[in-house]
């Protein structure tokens, strides 16, 4: 059901590409609800909205939580990041896709060799530049951001 999910996603997408969109930046806030050793963090999203091509961008998450017992390396903190593909559907609607591996610190040698893949949309206010993502992603499962969108010239 993912795959059938991700490739209804991408058709519809790739379906509307012909129509331009201004290229943005989207920084963003947000929280992992729940990781798998039961605990929540935080999370900093930073969106490149459609400047690879018309409607095809990219995004950057870095999550980050200390002052936990990470049984699953004996660490006192979590930390993950994730790069992953931002395609708008229309002027309001965009689909994020991403995969990322834990790490060890920032560009750090990677505990192991699990990929972690996350889906998500996102939603632009039509009257406000305020952005409201929801995913769903393998290691944390539901994550929320809320961001603003900053055009560029």
């Known amino acids: 059901m993912k795959k059938s999910l991700l490739a209804i996603f991408m058709v519809l997408g790739l379906a509307h590409a012909a129509l331009a969109q201004a290229p943005s930046i989207v920084p963003s806030l947000g929280l992992v609800f729940k990781h798998q050793e039961n605990f929540a963090a935080p999370r900093l999203q930073v969106n490149a909205n459609n400047v690879i091509k018309e409607r095809v961008g990219f995004y950057y998450t870095l999550e980050y939580r200390g002052g936990i017992q990470f049984i699953e390396d004996n660490t006192t903190y979590y930390f993950r990041d994730l790069l992953g593909t931002h395609i708008a559907i229309n002027e309001n609607f965009g689909v994020n896709l991403g995969v990322g591996m834990f790490r060890k610190g920032l560009l750090g040698k ?44």
């Open 110 to 153: 990677r505990e192991d060799g699990r990929l972690r893949k996350e889906l998500g949309i996102s939603y632009q206010l039509s009257e406000y530049p305020v952005v409201v993502q929801i995913g769903y992603s393998t290691w944390v499962g539901p994550t929320f951001n809320v961001g603003y969108s900053i055009p560029l010239p």
